[in-house]
């Protein structure tokens, strides 16, 4: 079993910055890819971002330029940099990890970006 805690979350004005973090409870080494989803009310969890083990990274549309991904394989952590942030992006953030072969998520941290 695989535990992921997130933090980070918060209130912050249009243009502002938020970083989240996650932190696993196994080595890095066991995990392959880590990474980042979101949830808006009345919407689908969709893709943030993602990193593999080796470094390789993924973003949606929607944020790539703003959020940067990133790892931190020694404290078997992951990291959301989220900048000038506008109120879609307002949502629950998710941190997940691929551990073969299953895919372990967080309880969720709230983002609200206000106009």
């Known amino acids: 079993q695989v535990q992921l805690v997130e933090s980070g979350g918060g209130l912050v004005q249009a243009g502002g910055s938020l970083r989240l973090s996650c932190a696993a409870s196994?080595?890095?080494?066991?995990?392959?890819?880590m990474g980042w989803y979101r949830q808006a009310p009345g919407k689908q969890r969709e893709l943030v971002a993602t990193?593999?083990?080796?470094?390789?990274?993924d973003y949606a549309d929607s944020v790539k330029g703003r959020f940067t991904i990133s790892r931190d394989n020694a404290k078997n952590a992951v990291y959301l940099q989220m900048n000038s942030l506008k109120p879609e992006d307002t949502a629950v953030y998710y941190c997940?990890?691929?551990?073969?072969?299953?895919?372990?998520w967080g309880q969720g941290t709230q983002v609200t970006v206000s106009s």
């Open positions: 997940c990890a691929g551990v073969a072969p299953y895919v372990y």
């Open positions: 990193m593999t083990r080796s470094g390789s990274t």
């Open positions: 196994v080595s890095s080494f066991s995990i392959n890819a």
